[in-house]
């Protein structure tokens, strides 16, 4: 473990002299294992193109909720932390398969919420997750209204296009959840 600036530069920075490294062979190598190394301590998301181009992706299947409803309680078991059933439920639904995200969600109740016990609703405002009857009060209004699904679905897919406060991974994401929608709309039951 670093404990001074020093040990933290090395860990951080490669340093290459171009009278002691001979040839582009020898520069690719140094900077495509310090790349590996220093990759396999930083979220995919966060490594640039040109060393991200040059990495294998992994990509794995939701776990099961069998899976993470056990370890979740015996992550709750071990760190004495008070879950509600309902708040476990909340996990499974908000981290989508993946344990890491469920246990980052589960850590974060659980420092806020010291001694007492964790609800559902705690892991939703931690998640994010905006609550069912702000929803359920949207779709009522546009139902009330009289507006199409479809041309919420094509003014929300306008917006998006014009937004610059997201950036194209992120509109890509977007959108094509709205496609996935609007497709569903259009199939002829």
């Not at 078991?77 to 980052?104: F, M």
């Not at 109740?109 to 009857?133: C, F, H, M, N, W």
């Not at 041309?151 to 094509?176: A, F, R, T, W």
């Amino acid at each position: 473990m670093p404990t001074s600036y020093r040990d933290i530069y090395k860990t951080r920075v490669l340093e290459l002299n171009a009278s002691d490294e001979r040839g582009i062979s020898v520069v690719r190598e140094k900077v495509k294992n310090f790349s590996q190394q220093s990759a396999s301590a930083v979220r995919p998301d966060r490594i640039i193109e040109p060393i991200a181009s040059r990495c294998a992706k992994f990509r794995f299947k939701p776990l099961a909720e069998e899976i993470l409803t056990k370890r979740l309680r015996h992550i709750c078991e071990e760190e004495k932390i008070a879950c509600e059933d309902e708040a476990l439920t909340a996990l499974l639904n908000t981290s989508e398969g993946d344990l890491r995200k469920a246990i980052t969600f589960l850590q974060s109740a659980g420092r806020l919420k010291s001694e007492a016990t964790i609800t559902q609703a705690d892991i939703y405002e931690i998640a994010g997750v905006i609550p069912d009857d702000v929803i359920d009060g949207l779709i009522t209004d546009l139902m009330n209204e009289g507006h199409a699904a479809s041309q919420l679905i094509l003014q929300l897919h306008d917006k998006l296009v014009e937004m610059d406060s997201l950036g194209d991974k992120q509109k890509s994401l977007v959108l094509d959840k709205l496609a996935v929608s609007n497709a569903g709309l259009n199939m002829e039951l």
